[in-house]
Every structure is written in structure tokens, then in C-alpha cells.
């Protein structure tokens, strides 16, 4: 592949700042695997190979991608040690708070771009189907460089301030993480007395799934990102009062409990709120409701076989939708995903009514040709009673 070059015309040197870090890490491999640049750095947790002085020396492009309430003063401490060699240069940040690391990168000589893709490292080479805000805070030179590179990720970027971007994402993300760390809290509380986590699980409604896979997700990851996003994001206190006090009204008019208290409910939490919405809003969230309850469904199907695909090839999934269609098995629904290594993955779910109409090896037989023909790698499959 050819680079993308830089102002200067040749392809620049990527340097990253904290490229130990889980995004450091996926933005090196998507650097040097997508755009065919090299890549330098150092992290903060002891890959020190390089001294700031080198960095900051050899980087045409410098990325600092580290923890939030680190951010603004490991940017200052960058731009004493270039001493104005960052003059040409373009730095840029990839945090989820973006006015404090702005301002840090404005302090420099440099030009600037802040960024947040608004989505955990993904397990795909590409930010293809995620969110990219993009802070332009001073950009000319580099302005060409920085549209080829943004294409490359085939993130959805959205250009906006970084003021904005900090108040729009104490209700996008430190509102919805607060509300579910508060959920968390109480099931950690109460749900042992009914049995635990699982024993809630064959009661579950589609709500209580989604809350719970979003919990879930949250509580596996780095609490430092989600305590930082709370604490270092000044617009978040405000929104998280405001729960407070709609669920502190919630809490009263249920200890009220006559039909005063329930009408007060109705009309401040669901009709004024729904007003809010407006009935369009209202219609495409509850059809996006019922297709993630369909989703999950068939993920929670009995019925299936779980195929890893060696190469992620034009025809792959022709060929493989062929071997079941040679042993007549009807096919209910098709889900792809990526494993943690990136392979691609097919959950195969299965009609019953034409599994019980065939013979019981059926499956088995499946699962052989798909391998033998070197089509897929099966891991897993089942055929429920």
C-alpha cells in the first residue's frame, strides 16, 4: 500500500503516546497495518524506550492516548520538552473529554485536532459502524492528511466543539454509565435474595436484558475511564443531580402510594417525557426496542451452530450457506460477530421443524463438511430437546 502523505509529501512518522493502552495498541495496528506508516511511542506504564526529547524530535503526527485526568499535563509536559520544535507538526488526543486536552494541545505550536471515538477499541481492524467526534481546534497544513486519515477508519465522524462535545456526553455517556452503576448497586443488594444474578435471568423481560448486558459491559472494563468520565467531565454533576431528583419525586410518590401520587407519576415521568420525545422519536424506539428483542431471541435459541471462518473472503458465507442447504437443513437466522482475535464468526440458528424432520446425525454431518472442505472451523453447536 502506498502511505498518505503529509504536508511535507513523504508519509509521516506516527508517534503515540500511551501506546500500551488498549487504544494505543489498536491504533498502531490500524496505523501500520491500514495506512502503512510508521509508528513510534512510549507509555506511561514503562515503555520508555524512546525519551519525550526523541518522540517529540522524530513525530511529524503525535497522539496522546491516555487516561483522561492524565491527559492535560502529560500534553503540557510534551510541549515544554519540544520547546516550539512542534511548529508543522500535528498533535492530537484521543480522550473522552475534550475541552481540557484541547486547550493543553492549543498551548502548543503545533496544529491540532482533538478526537473521541465514542466506542471501545473494536475487535475489527476499522471503526467501521462507530462514532468519531472530531474537535478541529487549529488545523491548515495537516487538513488533507487528517481527512485521508479519518476516511480510513470509516468511522461516522462528527465535527463539533469541544465544549459542545463535553455537554453532550454528560447525558450520552455519564448519564446512561451513572444510571446503570446505580442499577448495578441495587441488584447487588437485593437480587441474592431471590438467588443471584441467574436466578432473575428466566424471568427476564428485553429491558432487563439490555440494562443487564450494558451493566455488564461497563463493570468489565476499566473503572478508571468510567471514574474519569464521571469526575474530569464538569457538565456531568448537573445531569446526574437531575436523576437524582427525578428519581428522589419517583421515590416519594411511591411512599405516597394513593391515586394522587400515581397520576403525579404518570404525568412528569412518562407523559411530559413522552411529550418531550414526540411521537416519531417514540415509534422508531419502540420498532428498535422490538428488533433487539428479536435479536436477542435468537441468540437465546437452543438451536444453532457457531462457525469461525478461517478468512473473512468474498463467497466465504455463499459456500457456507451451500453445505446446509446440501443437507436440507432450513436456516432461521444468520448473526456474525468478531472474536477477541478478529476472526469472523457465524451463529447458524437452526429451524426446528426441519431438524426434527431429518436424521439425527444430521448436524454432525453439517459440522464435517463444513471443515473437511476447509469452509469453517465449527466450535460449538447444539440441538435443543
Known amino acids: 500500500m502506498t502511505p498518505l502523505p503529509g504536508p511535507s509529501g513523504t508519509a509521516p512518522v506516527v508517534g503515540i503516546v500511551g501506546r500500551r493502552g488498549a487504544y494505543g495498541r489498536w491504533l498502531q495496528h490500524f496505523l501500520e497495518t491500514r495506512m502503512g506508516l510508521r509508528v513510534i511511542g512510549r507509555d506511561p506504564a514503562g515503555d520508555e524506550a524512546l525519551s519525550i526529547e526523541e518522540l517529540v524530535t522524530r513525530a511529524d503526527v503525535l497522539v496522546f492516548s491516555a487516561p483522561i485526568r492524565l491527559t492535560p499535563a502529560l500534553i503540557a509536559e510534551y510541549a515544554r520538552a519540544a520547546r516550539g520544535r512542534e511548529a508543522g507538526c500535528l498533535w492530537m488526543d484521543l480522550t473522552s473529554i475534550k475541552q481540557g486536552p484541547v486547550e493543553a494541545l492549543l498551548a502548543s505550536r503545533a496544529e491540532v485536532v482533538g478526537l473521541h471515538p465514542m466506542a471501545a477499541p473494536p475487535l475489527i481492524?476499522?471503526?467501521?459502524?462507530?462514532?468519531?467526534?472530531?474537535?478541529?481546534a487549529r488545523l491548515d497544513r495537516w487538513r488533507t492528511w487528517l481527512d485521508g486519515f479519518l476516511a480510513a477508519t470509516r468511522a461516522e465522524c462528527i465535527e463539533v466543539t469541544p465544549g459542545h462535545h463535553d455537554r453532550a456526553m454528560a447525558l450520552v455517556q455519564g448519564l446512561t454509565h451513572a444510571s446503570h452503576m446505580a442499577q448495578a448497586a441495587v441488584?447487588?443488594?437485593?437480587?441474592?435474595?431471590?438467588?443471584?444474578?441467574?436466578?432473575?435471568?428466566?424471568?427476564?423481560?428485553?429491558?432487563?436484558?439490555l440494562d443487564r448486558i450494558v451493566s455488564a459491559r461497563m463493570l468489565a472494563g476499566n473503572p478508571g475511564i468510567y471514574a474519569d468520565i464521571?469526575?474530569?467531565?464538569?457538565?456531568?454533576?448537573?445531569?446526574?443531580?437531575?436523576?437524582?431528583?427525578?428519581?428522589?419525586?419517583?421515590?416519594?410518590?411511591?411512599?405516597?402510594?394513593?391515586?394522587?401520587?400515581?397520576?403525579?407519576l404518570r404525568t412528569r415521568l412518562l407523559e411530559e417525557s413522552a411529550s418531550f420525545f414526540g411521537?416519531?422519536?417514540?415509534?422508531?424506539?419502540?420498532?428498535?426496542?422490538?428488533?433487539?428483542?428479536?435479536?436477542?431471541?435468537?441468540?437465546?435459541?437452543?438451536?444453532f451452530l457457531s462457525v469461525f471462518l478461517p478468512e473473512d473472503a468474498p463467497g466465504s458465507l455463499c459456500r457456507l450457506l451451500h453445505v446446509f442447504e446440501e443437507h436440507a437443513v432450513n436456516i432461521e437466522s444468520i448473526h456474525s460477530s468478531r472474536s477477541p482475535e478478529g476472526e469472523l464468526h457465524f451463529r447458524i440458528?437452526?429451524?426446528?421443524?426441519?431438524?426434527?424432520?431429518?436424521?439425527?446425525?444430521?448436524?454432525?454431518?453439517?459440522?464435517?463438511?463444513?471443515?473437511t472442505r476447509g469452509i469453517g472451523r465449527v466450535t460449538a453447536g447444539h440441538r435443543g430437546d
Open 349 to 371: 440458528g437452526l429451524d426446528r421443524r426441519s431438524l426434527d424432520d431429518l436424521p439425527a446425525d444430521t448436524l454432525a454431518r453439517v459440522a464435517k463438511a463444513l471443515e
Open 230 to 264: 464521571q469526575f474530569d467531565n464538569p457538565h456531568v454533576l448537573p445531569a446526574v443531580e437531575l436523576m437524582a431528583e427525578a428519581v428522589g419525586f419517583l421515590r416519594d410518590q411511591l411512599r405516597r402510594g394513593d391515586a394522587e401520587a400515581r397520576q403525579a
Open 279 to 303: 411521537a416519531p422519536a417514540l415509534a422508531a424506539g419502540s420498532h428498535d426496542f422490538d428488533r433487539l428483542g428479536y435479536l436477542l431471541a435468537d441468540l437465546e435459541s437452543p438451536d
Open 187 to 209: 441488584l447487588r443488594r437485593q437480587a441474592p435474595a431471590l438467588g443471584g444474578l441467574e436466578a432473575l435471568r428466566p424471568l427476564r423481560t428485553v429491558g432487563h436484558a
Open 125 to 136: 481492524p476499522t471503526l467501521q459502524g462507530r462514532v468519531m467526534a472530531v474537535c478541529p
